[in-house]
């Protein structure tokens, strides 16, 4: 069984950083494209940032390029997300999301297993 555990979130001050680790199991790790997905209150699914495989091929949403960095460690089976010079609207649920299948992914197919979420509350 898959299994994407998220952790590192809570609440920090603008200009703040945070260290989000997506923790996995069930699957050989070091073969699936990972990304980071956001969900603010009240608003729909936003994509954050994706990582390859192996960690050498990285992509990012505009708003966070510079200040949030994607990640991961193939031999702890973990994914992370550094995030700084956070502000408000960096406030969200943020999610660690799977690929479908091993190697290359394309559209939806790189977002089909999903963690619970960690929320991230940026605020004075």
């Known amino acids: 069984e898959v299994q994407l555990a998220e952790s590192g979130g809570g609440l920090v001050q603008p200009g703040g950083s945070l260290r989000l680790s997506c923790t996995t199991s069930?699957?050989?790790?070091?073969?699936?494209?990972m990304s980071w997905i956001r969900q603010a209150r009240g608003k729909g699914l936003e994509w954050v940032s994706s990582?390859?495989?192996?960690?050498?091929?990285?992509m990012s949403t505009n708003s966070v390029q510079g200040r949030f960095t994607i990640s991961r460690d193939n031999a702890k089976k973990t994914l992370y997300l550094q995030m700084n010079s956070l502000n408000a609207e960096d406030t969200a649920v943020y999610y660690c999301?799977?690929?479908?299948?091993?190697?290359?992914?394309?559209?939806?197919?790189?977002?089909?297993?999903w963690g619970q979420g960690t929320q991230v509350t940026v605020s004075s």
């Open positions: 990582i390859d495989s192996g960690g050498g091929v990285t």
């Open positions: 069930g699957f050989t790790f070091s073969s699936y494209h």
């Open positions: 999301v799977k690929a479908g299948a091993p190697g290359y992914c394309s559209g939806y197919g790189c977002f089909v297993s």
